[in-house]
């Protein structure tokens, strides 16, 4: 199946927002999973040292073996870094707390902020046939959140519908331009995702008017409710599509993919 990118050649995409808390990581797992329930190969890449998007598929620290630290800095190939999740589909490159060295290693050269982008070009990752590879970033705009922006071909920023939502974007517009004009000239927004949305308060109906009047058809029509099973499913090792599959949110991720399937020309309009 083409994803509109190229013959075997990934869509890459970074979940960032440099504020923690949001749903990027239960938004990178559970695009994944949904994405793969299409019938899409994913590669889920943890690059946040806290290491939650692997424990939430099952991978706690003991079972990680080569993560992405080693494929960032001692140049690990992909095949011992990517592991079969029990989803479908869904691969995963895990991440450990090593990775919060790394961002100081790479801070010294600035070379270094291509290291996630070669090592996702490498020859080998063919192979696997991924149609995209979701990379998971940590709640900061540092060298591994620049490694991730360089090496992507866009960034899915998931705002939770709360006070103070906005107030942090326009320092990541400014991070977007500046890896634009450094590094990655192509880089394009994949949109933003309105989390933990619950209808019945006023205050999440503003954030979502102003986010829409501020930001136009960047942001996605889909909006993620609150739903307790959503951040059940990951103490289940489980994605929410897996762990309920009828839940608000296991059906909301599943549009939300759609969507973005949608955007990519993969699937046509309903
Ligand atoms: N739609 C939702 N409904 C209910 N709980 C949610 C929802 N989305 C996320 N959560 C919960 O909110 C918390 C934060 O979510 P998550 O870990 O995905 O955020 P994050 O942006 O990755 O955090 P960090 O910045 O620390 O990496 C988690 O406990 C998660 O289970
Ligand atoms: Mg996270």
């Known amino acids: ?5 190229g013959l075997h050649e990934p869509k890459i995409i970074s979940v960032v927002n440099q504020k923690g808390g949001v749903g990027k ?5 559970n695009i994944g999973a949904a994405l793969a329930a299409q019938g899409m190969n994913v590669l889920l890449v943890d690059l946040d040292p806290q290491g939650n998007a692997s424990t ?7 079972v990680r073996g ?3 630290y080693d494929l960032l800095l001692d140049e ?4 011992e870094v990517v592991h079969d999740t029990e989803f479908e589909g869904l691969f995963l490159a895990p991440a450990t707390t090593d990775l919060s060295s790394a961002d100081m290693e790479l801070v010294s050269n600035e070379k270094r902020t291509f290291l996630l982008r070669d090592s ?3 020859p080998a990752m063919e192979k696997f046939e991924f149609d995209f590879v979701l990379i998971d970033c940590p709640p900061s705009l540092n060298m591994l959140t620049i490694n991730a922006m360089v090496a992507s071909h866009s960034i899915l920023v998931p ?4 006070f103070y939502a906005l107030e942090g974007l326009s320092q990541l517009m400014l991070t977007v331009r500046e890896v634009r004009e450094a590094a990655n000239r192509d880089l394009r927004f994949e949109g933003v995702v309105l989390t933990m949305y619950d209808g019945r308060n006023n205050l999440a109906r503003q954030v979502e008017a102003d986010a829409r009047d501020n930001l136009g058809d960047m942001v996605f029509e889909t909006r993620i409710p609150r739903n307790v099973r959503i951040s059940e499913a990951p103490s289940f090792a489980m994605p929410v599509l897996s762990y309920d599959p009828s839940s608000t949110g296991a059906v909301a991720y599943s549009a939300l993919a759609k969507e973005i399937l949608i955007k990519n020309n993969i699937m ?3």
């Open 1 to 5: 199946m083409s994803n509109g990118i």
């Open 25 to 29: 990581t239960t938004t990178t797992i």
């Open 56 to 62: 939430g598929l099952g991978f706690p620290a003991s």
């Open 66 to 68: 080569k993560t992405t």
């Open 76 to 79: 690990a190939p992909i095949e």
């Open 120 to 122: 996702l070009r490498q």
């Open 159 to 162: 705002l939770q519908t709360e």
């Open 268 to 270: 046509a309009e309903a």
